[in-house]
Nanobody
């Protein structure tokens, strides 16, 4: 399984970015996909996730109402639309495959990870 994340960049506060994550390889055992982020000196934290079946979505409180996750099953691709960005959203964003082996909110429930894409929000 390979996960390719892209779409990061630098924006000013209040701006928007759209991240994409394309999955390839043996994806049939995947239940969903998630986005995590890691800022310098901080632990990796959950951002959002979506299930392939039913499109159920999950969000961290810090991004609710600003970020939207969606999945395009035919393309094995997940998107993260980020609006009203804040400087505290600055981090490397990672996509990962959720296998239903653990909580969708925690790293332990994911097995394959993308390479990460940098998001920088300036004030």
């Amino acid at each position: 399984v390979q996960l390719q994340a892209y779409g990061g960049g630098s924006v000013q506060a209040g701006g928007s970015l759209r991240l994409s994550c394309a999955a390839s390889g043996r994806t049939f055992s995947s239940y969903g996909m998630g986005w995590f982020r890691q800022a310098p000196g901080k632990e990796r934290e959950f951002v959002a996730a979506v299930t392939w079946s039913g499109g159920r979505t999950y969000y961290a409180d810090s991004v609710k109402g600003r970020f939207t996750i969606s999945a395009e099953n035919a393309k094995n691709t997940v998107y993260l639309q980020m609006n009203s960005l804040k400087p505290e959203d600055t981090a490397v964003y990672y996509c990962a495959r959720w296998t239903n082996s653990g909580s969708i909110y925690y790293i332990g429930g994911y097995d394959y990870w993308g390479q990460g894409t940098q998001v920088t929000v300036s004030s």
